[in-house]
């Protein structure tokens, strides 16, 4: 058990519909990453939340976006799904400290668009 | 472009047999890490290499991280089908920016 949370843990929905996941991070941690997971892209990084601002940017859609509350909880809004966007997303999280940025991974929410 | 290049992209050898796979980029990294991600879970975290030459073990498995921090390897020592998953390599550049190389998928047959 990594410590990070996420929820839910499958969700289906049809295209064109909005879904949010959650995540909570270890104790202690302040930053937050989101990736997606498909069998042909591998792990892509989307975005990076540290203390409640985005830090990072990698190959998120516009339709996409995230956030980051003050009690460091983070939630990935996904809207105008297409089928193309079935896939596992998972978030991280780290502490940083020492600039090693070691991520520990939650079990992921796993999407399938219809 | 993968600014993390792993090799090989598939391996599959039998339970016994010695195996290196390999992580390559032309950037510098502060540190890297090794995860290993068994299928419909999320990754875990093997270890982190900071300085370069450094080499570190973990059991069987032996990390070491290039003398310019550009590349690393791992090395398994008597694969077991344990150690069957998917290996990912890390890399944080200076400016906080974190990357994941595709990965190598280990195949161990009893």
């Known amino acids: 058990d990594s410590g990070v949370t996420q929820t839910p843990k499958h969700l289906i929905t049809a295209t064109g519909q909005r879904v949010t996941l959650r995540c909570s991070p270890r104790s202690g941690d302040l930053s937050v990453y989101w990736y997606q997971q498909s069998l042909d892209q591998g792990l892509q990084f989307l975005i990076q939340y540290y203390n409640g601002e985005e830090r990072a940017k990698g190959n998120i859609l516009e339709r996409f976006s995230a956030q980051q509350f003050p009690d460091l909880h983070s939630e990935l809004n996904l809207s105008s799904l297409e089928l193309g966007d079935s896939a596992l997303y998972f978030c991280a999280s780290s502490f940083e400290a020492r600039g090693t940025y070691e991520q520990y991974f939650g079990p992921g929410t796993r999407l399938t668009v219809t | 472009t993968q600014l993390l290049e792993q090799s090989p992209q598939f391996l599959s050898i039998q339970e016994g047999e010695n195996l290196t796979v390999y992580c390559n980029s032309s950037s510098v990294f502060s540190s890297l890490q090794w995860y290993r991600q068994e299928p419909g879970e999320g990754p875990v975290l093997l270890v982190t290499?900071?300085?370069?030459?450094e080499v570190k073990k973990l059991k069987r498995l032996t990390f070491q991280f290039g003398d310019a921090r550009k590349d690393s390897s791992l090395h398994i020592t008597a694969a077991q089908p344990g150690d069957t998953g998917l290996y990912l390599c890390?890399?944080?550049?200076?400016?906080?920016?974190?990357?994941f190389g595709a990965g190598t998928r280990l195949t161990v047959k009893p």
């Open positions: 890390a890399g944080a550049r200076p400016n906080n920016d974190m990357r």
């Open positions: 290499v900071v300085t370069g030459g």
